[in-house]
Nanobody, 126 residues
Framework: QVQLVESGGGLVQAGGSLRLSCAAS????????MGWFRQAPGKERDSVAA????????YYAHSVKGRFTISRDNAKNTVYLQMNSLKPEDTAVYYC???????????????????WGQGTQVTVSS
């Protein structure tokens, strides 16, 4: 059974930092792109960041560029999202995802991802 297990979410004050981790099991994703998405109540699920199979290429949403960093460790089958200078508008459920459909290339489209984690809540207080 393929699973993506997220950790690192929680409550943090504005300006603080969190590091999210997503550990995959049941399948290796070393040849696949990985990504992070988020969804706030009443809002659409949006791409936050994505990373190519090798980590050589990345994508960031404009709203997080310069504050968030995506990385991966293929030996551990794990992807990370370092979040700095957090703002209240970053509050959302964060999901990690893996794409077997993008041929390893970065993608910001949720439709390209076929494996998803359960989501982890990130709450940023004012």
């Amino acid at each position: 059974q393929v699973q993506l297990v997220e950790s690192g979410g929680g409550l943090v004050q504005a300006g603080g930092s969190l590091r999210l981790s997503c550990a995959a099991s049941g399948r290796t994703f070393s040849n696949d792109a990985m990504g992070w998405f988020r969804q706030a109540p009443g809002k659409e699920r949006d791409s936050v960041a994505a990373i190519s199979w090798s980590g050589g290429s990345t994508y960031y949403a404009h709203s997080v560029k310069g504050r968030f960093t995506i990385s991966r460790d293929n030996a551990k089958n794990t992807v990370y999202l370092q979040m700095n200078s957090l703002k209240p508008e970053d509050t959302a459920v964060y999901y990690c995802a893996a794409s077997t459909r993008s041929r390893g290339a970065v993608s910001a489209r949720a439709m390209n991802y076929d494996y998803w984690g359960q989501g982890t809540q990130v709450t940023v207080s004012s």
